[in-house]
């Protein structure tokens, strides 16, 4: 069964940095795009970013751009997203997807908390 | 970027009715359009892709339809089951964006 595994969520203080990563199993990593979609607490869905196959090409929400860096390694069959620079509104459930467009597969989520 | 208005942003129905939520998009999207269910404390669950193409495995009540600007998405038998929020999300290009999401409640 495709499976996606996220870590790395937490609690962090305003302006620090934390790096989620999202391991993936049961299917051919390098040969599917991968994203990030975020959740607020109690809000809706928001597309965070997406990286190509080979990691060549990488598309950010403009909200994160210049702080979020998405990346995977094909070898190790994993996705990271390096958040840096966190803000308040970043506080989010920060979910991994197999793809980027049609998002058929989804990790449980991992939780960030932004606070001091 | 484009813009996706949905609605309506909550709903009431009860068993056995048919429901129907919009989505608009600011630009044509052509057919590049997906509905979610989710259920709290869930991820996202695909139902509908390119508009109108029902993911595997998904109930045939579930539908998509539309084009262009304009979608609907409709329960044709709503069943208690199908409680949850539904988000439609264009990808016809970058930034992706969700609509804001209905939230399916039973009368």
């Known amino acids: 069964e495709v499976q996606l595994v996220e870590s790395g969520g937490g609690l962090v203080q305003p302006g620090g940095s934390l790096r989620l990563s999202c391991a993936a199993s049961e299917f051919t990593f390098s040969s599917f795009r991968m994203s990030w979609v975020r959740q607020a607490p109690g809000k809706g869905l928001e597309w965070v970013a997406s990286i190509k196959e080979d990691g060549s090409e990488r598309y950010y929400v403009d909200s994160v751009k210049g702080r979020f860096i998405i990346s995977r390694d094909n070898a190790r069959n994993s996705l990271y997203l390096q958040m840096n620079s966190l803000r308040d509104d970043d506080t989010a459930v920060y979910y991994c997807a197999r793809g980027s467009n049609n998002w058929r597969c989804w990790g449980q989520g991992t939780l960030v908390t932004i606070s001091s | 970027d484009i813009q996706m208005t949905q609605s309506p942003s909550s709903l009431s129905a009860s068993v056995g009715d048919r429901v129907t939520i919009t989505c608009q998009a600011s630009?044509?999207?052509?057919?590049?359009l997906n509905w979610y269910q989710q259920k709290p404390g869930k991820a996202p669950k695909l139902l509908i892709y390119d508009a109108s193409n029902l993911e595997t495995g998904v109930p045939s009540r579930f539908s998509g339809s539309g084009s262009g600007t304009d979608f609907t998405f409709t329960i044709t038998s709503l069943l208690p089951e199908d409680i949850a929020t539904y988000y439609c999300q264009q990808y016809y290009n970058f930034p992706r964006t969700f609509g804001g999401g209905t939230k399916v409640e039973i009368k």
């Open positions: 630009q044509g999207i052509s057919n590049y």
